[in-house]
């Protein structure tokens, strides 16, 4: 299935509203499993969202500039005795994204506005 | 388990990554190997947890073959190969059935007692591998004839003797696969030797 220009995918609507949720909580940032995590308990799924799933659609989203990333500092994950963890963050256009898709479809605009009252 | 399941992970991902450039193969490989820590870290290394990292790795599978055929600029190459034969289509649905199998069997069997995991690992790892071996070898076949039939052979033998309680099925489509695949890969080396080396 060909992507449309500008389409934002299911799992990139998830990430994008997981991170956010994650912000509200006062995470700016986050690496690829905590998303995974949050979004498993939002939607109170029973799996993880797969590898390649969701580091496919970190990767695109990054490349479409809905998120940024950063890697961490070596000696900060040597010093907690763990791998290097990639920090996302969600950018201005993956917030307008987000609020885009958020925003209700015109058409039901407008039977508000013809319904009668 | 936990190793194993660790073990498995990594050497899929030294395997789909291998040949790409630097930046993607090393970023990949370094968010995946953290995503592990961080999975063993928080839940523990037992039995429930290495069995979710397998089913993390094969439920994405899929989508770590688009990506790498997205570093390699062959996504589109592949998907005309499997449009325009129908014998690609005969062996994408062959394997994705077996894919699509191996997987609900292997979520079906996890935690379940009486199956065990050396059941799912059968089901799902085995006949998982099997597929991808088909499917690679279909598709080098027409670049390496000989190797490519033997993958496509091997891959499609494996899966008729997993699930072998279906062989009324498995068995005549694998045999239409396997010929049809040896009648493709002769005609490919023909058209090579006919253009002589390179």
Sequence with gaps: MRRKQDAVLPIELSILEAAIELLRRGTGEFYGFLIAKEMR???AARLLTSHGTLYKALDRMEKAGLLTSRWEDPMVAANEGRPRRRWYRVTAAGEAALAKERAPAPSTRLEGTLAPS | MMAFAVGLTRSWVLAY???LASDARDERRAEIESDLWEHGALNGSNGTTAMEVVVRLLFGVPADLTWRMQQTGRKGAMVATLRNNWLGLLVAGFAGAAI???TAIF????GDDTKGTLGALIYGVGGFAA???MLIGFYVSEREPMRGVVMLAVGT???????FWMF???VPVALVVIAFGILRARKFARGRDRLGPA
Excluded: S
């Excluded at chain 2, 033998?157 to 699930?163: F, Q």
């Design chain 2, 100 to 102: 699509v199998f191996g």
């Design chain 2, 157 to 163: 033998l494996a899966i008729t003797a997993i699930y």
């Design chain 2, 107 to 110: 979520v079906k069997f996890v």
């Design chain 2, 131 to 133: 597929a991808l071996v």
């Design chain 2, 17 to 19: 990554t291998a040949g």
């Design chain 1, 41 to 43: 308990d939002r939607d």
């Design chain 2, 168 to 170: 009324f099925i498995y």
